[in-house]
């Protein structure tokens, strides 16, 4: 994240969120309620402000299946977090 800092009553703020690997970035908050869901947010400095950066964790959808069907049967599919182990069988 950058951005932060003091700034001059009128100055023009620029803060910028950035992604780790693995999450997606949500949105801009202030006390709780969304400001801005670009992770490059701006604004006219005219008072103390206090942003977060909401990220989430990127899950995946793994789909397992038997060609044919009737040769066996398979397991381990579903949805998963970035980074988790995933067994197929």
């Excluded at 003091?6 to 023009?12: F, I, M, P, S, W």
């Excluded at 947010?41 to 038997?66: E, P």
């Amino acid at each position: 994240m950058s951005g932060d800092g003091t700034y001059n009553h009128g100055a023009t703020v620029i803060v910028i969120a950035t992604v780790n690997a693995g999450y997606t970035f949500v949105n801009w908050t202030e006390g709780g309620n969304p400001v801005s869901t670009d992770a490059v947010y701006s604004f006219v400095a005219t008072a103390n402000r206090t942003l977060v950066a909401n990220f989430a964790l990127n899950q995946y959808t793994i789909a397992v299946s038997a060609n044919p069907a009737a040769g066996g049967s398979v397991s381990g599919g579903g949805v998963y977090d970035h980074g988790a182990t995933v067994v197929v069988t």
